[in-house]
């Protein structure tokens, strides 16, 4: 079992920006690789960003060049900086540890993220 804890969501103005957070424990050792997904009201979750434990980092088209997704020292934090946020980046964030292969694992509770315009 991986336990995930999201923290950095908020309201904020277009062109400003925010930091999200995502603190992972319990069976850490069990997992390939984080991100961070969204979803919008009405709309489905989607991806926003992943990095490997290798470091190795996807973007969604639409959010290219404005956010950045990092790892702390102790490989169990996740964050995504977000830059220039767009009122279309309203959403709710979730944060997902993936222990398989074929991308199985665990949510977090998910992160309001609301953009005035």
């Known amino acids: 079992q991986v336990q995930l804890v999201e923290s950095g969501g908020g309201l904020v103005q277009a062109g400003g920006s925010l930091r999200l957070s995502c603190a992972a424990s319990?069976?850490?050792?069990?997992?390939?690789?984080m991100g961070w997904y969204r979803q919008a009201p009405g709309k489905e979750r989607e991806l926003v960003a992943t990095?490997?434990?290798?470091?190795?980092?996807n973007y969604a088209d639409s959010v290219k060049g404005r956010f950045t997704i990092s790892r702390g020292n102790a490989k169990n934090t996740v964050y995504l900086q977000m830059n220039n946020l767009k009122p279309e980046d309203t959403a709710v964030y979730y944060c997902?540890?993936?222990?398989?292969?074929w991308g199985a694992g665990y949510w977090g509770q998910g992160t309001q993220v609301t953009v005035s315009s």
């Open positions: 990095i490997t434990t290798g470091g190795s980092t």
């Open positions: 997902k540890a993936v222990v398989t292969a």
């Open positions: 319990g069976s850490i050792f069990s997992i390939n690789a």
